[in-house]
């Protein structure tokens, strides 16, 4: 299994411009969802996802959208790029169990400009 | 609401000491699960440990141990005999059990830098 792959590892934009962050996951999790680390906050829940066609907001989402269009994928898209989104950015799923486990992908370091 | 504290934001020790993080956490639940994760300087997040609110016990893992005490609402980590490879940024996070668990967000606290000299 690979676990939990995004893409890409990094990426600069520049403000305005709009990009779609990938995430998968081969473990049928139900339970998808995306963080925010920013030095000295910790990571910051932006959006999440309890299965295929339901999202919600997390604690930071504006300015990001998602969509779960499969079990296995749950992008994160940026329409339009601004400097205060400059972050690392995982993705994270789970059973969706009381309590279970988080795994995290490798993490998208983003900058932009 | 939940909320997750780690008061130290950087903690540094000399090989072979002992040292303790600290993990505060507020939860109007009565149910809920703590979490430990590592962030080595690669970058990854590791998953070190889960503990259910009704489960007080205590829990060591070779040089690790984890201290639950619901009293105080805390989830202590220590390690004992630090080594350099212990150097990493430690986070605490809190899950509530929620209305059938179908939203149990993870929040997770600021993470504690620890830096092990040799």
């Known amino acids: 299994n690979a676990g939990v792959t995004q893409t890409p590892k990094f990426q600069v934009l520049k403000t305005g411009q709009s990009m779609t962050l990938q995430c998968a996951q081969d473990m049928n999790h139900e339970y998808m969802s995306w963080y925010r680390q920013d030095p000295g906050m910790g990571l910051r829940l932006i959006h999440y996802?309890?299965?295929?066609?339901?999202?919600d907001q997390g604690e930071v989402p504006n300015g990001y959208n998602v969509s779960r269009s499969t079990t296995e994928d749950f992008p994160l898209r940026l329409l339009s790029a601004a400097p205060s989104q400059t972050s690392v950015y995982f993705c994270?799923?789970?059973?969706?169990?009381?309590?279970?486990?988080?795994?995290f992908g490798p993490g998208t370091r983003l900058t932009v400009l | 609401a939940q909320k997750v504290t780690q008061a130290q934001t950087e903690i540094s020790v000399v090989e072979k000491e002992d040292v303790t993080l600290d993990c505060v956490y507020e939860?109007?639940?009565?149910?809920?699960?703590l979490f430990w994760y590592k962030q080595p300087p690669s970058g990854e997040l590791v998953f070190l440990i889960r503990?259910?609110?009704?489960?007080?016990q205590n829990e060591i893992s070779g040089r690790y141990s984890w201290n639950f005490q619901k009293s105080t609402s805390s989830f202590n980590f220590t390690i004992t005999a630090s080594q350099v490879v212990d150097s990493a940024v430690y986070f605490c996070a809190l899950s509530e059990a929620g209305y059938g668990g179908a939203t149990n967000k993870l929040i997770f606290g600021t993470g504690t830098l620890l830096a092990v000299q040799p």
């Open positions: 994270a799923s789970r059973r969706q169990v009381q309590g279970g486990e988080q795994f």
């Open positions: 503990r259910n609110s009704f489960d007080e």
């Open positions: 996802s309890v299965g295929a066609g339901i999202t």
């Open positions: 939860t109007r639940d009565t149910t809920y699960y």
